[in-house]
T-cell receptor
Framework: AQSVTQLGSHVSVSEGALVLLRCNYS??????LFWYVQYPNQGLQLLLK??????LVKGINGFEAEFKKSETSFHLTKPSAHMSDAAEYFC???FGGGNEKLTFGTGTRLTIIP | NAGVTQTPKFQVLKTGQSMTLQCAQD?????MSWYRQDPGMGLRLIHY???????DQGEVPNGYNVSRSTTEDFPLRLLSAAPSQTSVYFC????????????FGSGTRLTVV
């Protein structure tokens, strides 16, 4: 069964510092990978996605993620944190090819320290 | 605006009551799904549908029913509400993966007392 693990339920970084949120998945077939962001009392917004092709994916708000098949990882990074980045971030995986279910990790709450 | 619309935004139920959470999308997406979000557990799939007339169970289907009579609508029914169903519920729809992934509604916050 597909699964997603997000390391660290809470991450704090200083404003201007590197943001690194970790995501690992388990799969025996090529996955589709997603990062979503949720601001307080709002729904989920797609940050970026990997389906096929280039393994370094750029998303909105300066975020990017790299698909590393050998490490079964899809970590989210941003070079310089901004106060507006404070939110909860979810990694998710699906497998297409008729398997449409999107499975989420448990989320990482990002706090930005002024 | 195109997207996924959920109603109501907030609801309080008494144990044993039934209700329907509404979800509608205007993007002609075939795939629709319902999730519940609980602290520390991420989003868990309740039911999903790959097209009108076709539904299937997700990870946590007990206590919930769905139907899909049209492409646009995918209501979620709570048959007999229990305090364990207190949660935030999200509806999502998807076209092709290449087109942009899943679109989520703004959620329904349900409290069962």
């Amino acid at each position: 069964a597909q699964s997603v693990t997000q390391l660290g339920s809470h991450v704090s970084v200083s404003e201007g510092a590197l943001v690194l949120l970790r995501c690992n998945y388990s799969s025996s077939v090529p996955p589709y990978l997603f990062w979503y962001v949720q601001y307080p009392n709002q729904g989920l917004q797609l940050l970026l996605k990997y389906t096929t092709g280039a393994t370094l994916v750029k998303g909105i708000n300066g975020f990017e993620a790299e698909f590393k098949k050998s490490e079964t990882s899809f970590h989210l990074t941003k070079p310089s944190a901004h106060m507006s980045d404070a939110a909860e971030y979810f990694c998710a995986v699906s497998f297409g090819g008729g398997n449409e279910k999107l499975t989420f990790g448990t989320g990482t709450r990002l706090t930005i320290i002024p | 605006n195109a997207g996924v619309t959920q109603t109501p935004k907030f609801q309080v139920l008494k144990t044993g009551q039934s209700m329907t959470l509404q979800c509608a999308q205007d993007m002609n997406h075939e795939y629709m799904s319902w999730y519940r979000q609980d602290p520390g557990m991420g989003l868990r799939l309740i039911h999903y549908s790959v097209g009108a007339g076709i539904t299937d169970q997700g990870e946590v289907p007990n206590g919930y029913n769905v139907s899909r009579s049209t492409t646009e609508d995918f209501p979620l029914r709570l048959l007999s509400a229990a305090p364990s169903q207190t949660s935030v519920y999200f509806c999502a729809s998807r076209g092709t993966v290449a087109s942009g992934g899943y679109t989520f509604g703004s959620g329904t916050r349900l409290t069962v007392v």
